[in-house]
């Protein structure tokens, strides 16, 4: 099992800027792939980005390419997403994933943390 922790949500105006950290424990399958997925009111849970397990490659919705930058420090199982130019309709709950390929984390992942709040104001 592979518990994962988010940290870094928050309020901030449009055009700010904001870190997520994501801590990944328990048995995990040697540095597993990681991403992120958010959840906006009223609308779908959505793929934001992912991350390979030596960080080699990465994927980005459309939506965020050229803002947001995964990456990540397996010394310290910990995979970052930095969000820069924040529009309103960022706002979402993040949630960290995990799985065994980039690809699945992308389409599918099977693991998930409990999510944490990102508002930003216009």
């Known amino acids: 099992q592979v518990q994962l922790v988010e940290s870094g949500g928050g309020l901030v105006q449009a055009g700010g800027s904001l870190r997520l950290s994501c801590a990944a424990s328990?048995?995990?399958?040697?540095?597993?792939?990681m991403g992120w997925f958010r959840q906006a009111p009223g609308k779908e849970r959505e793929f934001v980005a992912a991350?390979?397990?030596?960080?080699?490659?990465?994927y980005y919705a459309d939506s965020v390419k050229g803002r947001f930058t995964i990456s990540r420090d397996n010394a310290k199982n910990t995979v970052y997403l930095q969000m820069n130019s924040l529009k309103p309709e960022d706002t979402a709950v993040y949630y960290c994933?995990?799985?065994?390929?980039?690809?699945?984390?992308?389409?599918?992942?099977?693991?998930w943390g409990q999510g944490t709040q990102v508002t930003v104001s216009s």
């Open positions: 994933n995990a799985d065994r390929t980039v690809v699945a984390v992308k389409k599918n992942p099977t693991y």
């Open positions: 328990g048995r995990t399958f040697s540095s597993p792939s």
């Open positions: 991350i390979s397990w030596n960080g080699g490659i990465t």
